[in-house]
């Protein structure tokens, strides 16, 4: 999709994020925003949803001073699903000297609970940038699984709860 220059101020901001099927934008002119909707929707058929209240886990809160971002309930619901909503916060996304090796700890058979679960930890680096590291490593250990990998991932869970 091309939007001609032309039409856009450079002088402007115009922010636009697409993700599959899901499209958020937002800028400092409304008349541009209004003219990449019009544009959008004679293309795809787009419908306005209105004021942002949550896009892809990412909670949006209008306060008098500017916008707040948030993941609180995507968190919530993850701690939930991960059985760990209960569970003792912690104060590190990581153990002290926690080394992930590919010979520590017994094989995991399905894989697919690890790998969804490191996804959304990753997707929570948009909101808390100090799980960067923390989600990135487990994320290079995709292909021979280990319950060390399972552990810390948890371990992790327990240091993002939410009060």
Known sequence: MIIPYSSINPLQILLLWVYVDDIMLTGSNTAQIEHVKQHHHKCFGIKDLGRLDYFLGLEVSYVHQGIVLSQKK???????????????????????????????????????????LVGKINFLTDI?????????????CMQHLRSSYLQASHYTLRYIMVP
């Open 74 to 116: 995507f968190t919530h619901e993850l701690l939930k699903e991960s059985g760990l909503d209960n569970s003792k916060p912690v104060s590190t996304p990581l153990r002290y000297n926690c080394k992930l090796s590919q010979d520590e700890g017994d094989p995991i058979s399905v894989p697919t609970y690890y790998r969804a």
């Open 128 to 140: 808390k940038p100090d799980l960067s590291f923390t989600a990135q490593t487990p994320s290079q």
